[in-house]
């Protein structure tokens, strides 16, 4: 089993910033770790992607958040998202996710960062 832990959730003013991290644990190897990455969930939308990075290091983030957010890694089973210039519509639950060379999924619990205007 894999598991994914994230921290850093929280309420935050308009403008404002915080961190998420995110920590794998369980029986999985770090090589076999393809993309770690955060999505996140409105109320009443779809979960979207907001920032991937892949075990090369390359990044991927939605137009969203481009500018504003900052993926990056401590090792290949933890990984961190600074959110800087938060703005109420970056108001979700975010996920955090792993992709195995297998192709399987794995997911956080999610945590919630309200940003209040």
């Known amino acids: 089993q894999v598991q994914l832990v994230e921290s850093g959730g929280g309420l935050v003013q308009a403008g404002g910033s915080l961190r998420l991290s995110c920590a794998a644990s369980?029986?999985?190897?770090?090589?076999?770790?393809?993309?770690m990455g955060w999505y996140r969930q409105a109320p009443g939308k779809q979960r979207e992607l907001v920032a991937t990075?892949?075990?090369?290091?390359?990044t991927n983030y939605a137009d969203s958040v481009k500018g504003r957010f900052t993926i990056s890694r401590d090792n290949a089973k933890k990984v961190h998202l600074q959110m800087n210039s938060l703005k109420p519509e970056d108001t979700a639950v975010y996920y955090c996710n792993l992709i195995t060379a297998a192709a399987s999924a794995y997911w956080g619990q999610g945590t919630q960062v309200t940003v209040s205007s």
């Open positions: 369980g029986s999985i190897f770090s090589f076999s770790i393809n993309a």
């Open positions: 990075i892949l075990s090369g290091g390359i």
